[in-house]
């Protein structure tokens, strides 16, 4: 958890405030289409930014105006998927890479940015990272505490307030009414008011209360404390205040006549705080740009339904395509034509993969490869050296596909972040991104793009679950792969137990970044299984030379699914009090057995039982 609060939650942010962003900009274009049209439509379309800068995910549409920008999508769920301008990982990605709406900066940030061996080795996004973490944490804190403390100091001003009828409370030493409450909200009034004045304010604050906008603004100021380093957040934040202020002026004036407009222009100058209240609470009458919200009112008139219509339809579809994410697998600015099924080369490239993987059997001369960040990929020549590889394959062939026209907005092979290629030598290739559903297949007759008919396939997934076990099996980490051999120096068994299971675990510790075997600590412990060793040498399993032993290990895995990958049945949470491991480990118990042959001592670790 440490790891995830000092490295990884900050580029999380910034991922929903860039995306948050380039909303503000079409929302604001789309306030001044809205300019003559009733201000309700225009508070509205804050809900939008609100919504961006709180949810980190979306559901993909082919109508997204983010996939304008070539926002860069990556698949979270089988029907959510997330823009990711920022990698999570930025401190430990091995080519940490960041692709901004902004032409330009990308590349200039990259370039400056460490990549390869220097970023694995010496972690050098480290503390810039835990630093920037550090500094926002310190702002959100300070915001929240100003908050309070104006709240408590009006919360002091309040004490001798008395109530008027319901909710409605009148108060000596209050400049203008408000909206204070979350739950059972109350509403204050400044005991000078006259009768006429409170009617109107009255309606006015009532208004608040019936569109809950003391809720809004509380989840607003919430937005504004996650976001505070970023100004569009706060422009957004001031503007959506102004614009709920004047939706509710109007609603008073529909409701009550235009012949009020002159009163309720006076005491809204009269009432004015002549500032702007940064905080979730109070909603007050007076709050803002007073001179703003009076030339609104001397200018308004009853809406005609025409305008009521057409300012709902352009609120609705600009919501609708600034809540939406581009679709998973395209690139607005780069299109990668597939063949056409139209003239038949489609299915004709469809059907020679179907043929080709229905045909695959164990031995064939088939490679897998594993590229990141445009890095030189990974390759492994025999995919059949893991445990697994023949269920691989299997779980392959099962695969129905469907011919995409083309990739969905959003997305460029050359942009992703990893991509898995199965190949059959100067025959066919097959290749997955982890940032799309897509696959692109290249075969005699071409390319072609294919998607998977169920939702719950992730084509890159399989793929990369079958490239974590041939690379694991290559680190001699997997059980039939156990080749380590530790040299006899006169030590005891358990001596040497000790030595091969660390050397063994730590296999975890050189998988690539993203593996199901991939953890970034690993520490063992052994201790003696006599009672098991006598018995396997009384039932003649076991030589004199062969010794019993239990392992615990304790690890930090890199990813979710690592630590998934490691549920076994007696897998946890670390429950030891070793101050050097890390608060987010677990642990887990195996089973070995050590054996003393003329090269050395052989290990074998054989899982939760003997």
């Not at 980490?477 to 137990?497: C, F, K, M, R, T």
């Not at 118990?589 to 003393?596: A, H, Q, V």
Request: aromatic content about 10%.
């Amino acid at each position: 958890m440490s790891d995830f609060l000092a490295y990884e939650l900050l580029p999380r942010i910034w991922n929903m405030s860039i995306a948050a962003s380039v909303v503000i900009v079409f929302v604001l274009a789309a306030r001044l289409l809205l300019k003559k049209a009733p201000k309700v439509f225009s508070y509205a379309l804050w809900s939008v930014v609100l919504f961006r800068l709180l949810c980190p995910f979306s559901i993909p549409t082919g109508f997204s105006l983010l996939a304008l920008t070539d926002a860069p999508i990556r698949q979270t769920a089988a029907h959510t998927t997330q823009v990711q301008y920022v990698q999570p990982d930025l401190a430990h990605t091995e080519f940490p890479q960041v692709d901004l709406p902004v032409p330009g900066v990308s590349q200039a940030v990259n370039q400056a940015l460490p990549q390869g061996e220097e970023q694995l080795v010496a972690d050098p996004l480290e503390a810039p990272v835990a630093l920037l973490t550090l500094g926002w944490m310190a702002g959100m804190a300070l915001m929240a505490v100003y908050s309070v403390l104006s709240m408590l100091r009006l919360r002091r001003r309040l004490v001798e307030a008395v109530p008027l009828r319901d909710n409605i409370y009148l108060a000596d030493h209050i400049a203008s009414p408000f909206v204070l409450g979350v739950l059972r909200p109350k509403i204050y009034l400044p005991s000078t008011l006259s009768a006429e004045e409170q009617k109107y304010i009255i309606l006015h604050e009532q208004y608040h209360i019936k569109r809950l906008d003391h809720l809004v603004k509380l989840l607003a100021f919430f937005a504004l404390c996650i976001h505070w380093f970023n100004p569009l957040v706060w422009l957004s934040f001031f503007l959506a205040q102004k614009d709920m202020e004047m939706s509710c002026d109007e609603a008073v004036l529909q409701t009550l006549g235009g012949h009020i407009r002159a009163d309720y222009s006076a005491s809204l100058l009269s009432l004015s705080t002549g500032r702007r209240v940064v905080g979730g609470t109070p909603l007050a009458f007076g709050e803002g740009n007073a001179k703003g919200r009076i030339q609104n009112l001397l200018t308004w008139n009853k809406p005609r339904k025409w305008v009521v219509a057409l300012a709902a339809l352009v609120c609705v579809a600009v919501v609708a395509s600034c809540g939406t994410n581009p679709e998973a697998g395209k690139s607005q600015g780069e299109k990668h034509t597939p063949i056409s099924s139209q003239d038949g080369q489609g299915e004709e490239a469809l059907s020679a993969l179907t043929n080709y993987l229905s045909q695959l059997q164990e031995g064939d001369n088939l490679t897998l490869s594993l590229s990141r960040n445009g890095g030189e990929p990974i390759v492994y020549e025999d995919c059949w050296s893991a445990i697994n590889s023949v269920y691989n394959a299997n779980q392959l062939k099962e695969v129905q596909w469907n011919i995409v026209e083309a990739t969905a907005p959003g997305f460029s092979p050359e942009r992703s972040q990893e991509a898995v290629t199965i190949a059959q030598i100067n025959d066919w290739s097959l290749t997955a991104y982890s940032d799309a559903r897509e696959v692109r297949f290249e075969g005699p007759t071409g390319e072609v793009w294919l998607a998977p008919q169920s939702d719950s396939c992730v084509p890159y997934q399989q793929l990369r679950d079958w490239f974590d076990e041939l690379e694991y099996a290559a680190l001699n980490g997997d059980y039939e792969h156990q080749n380590l051999v530790i040299p006899n120096e006169g030590q005891s068994y358990l001596e040497a137990a000790a030595v091969y299971c660390q050397a063994y675990e730590s296999f975890h510790l050189q998988a690539t970044s993203g593996s199901k075997f991939c953890y970034t600590y690993v520490s063992t412990q052994v201790k003696a299984a006599e009672d098991a060793t006598q018995h396997f040498r009384e039932q003649g399993e076991i030589g004199e030379n062969t010794y019993c032993f239990y392992l615990t290990t304790v690890f930090v895995p890199e990813n979710d699914y690592a630590l998934n990958w490691s549920m076994a049945g007696n897998t946890g949470e670390y429950t030891g009090n070793d101050p050097s491991v890390p608060k987010e480990a677990y642990e887990y118990s195996r089973c070995g057995y050590i054996t003393l042959e003329e090269d050395g001592w052989h290990g074998e670790v054989v899982g939760t039982g003997f």
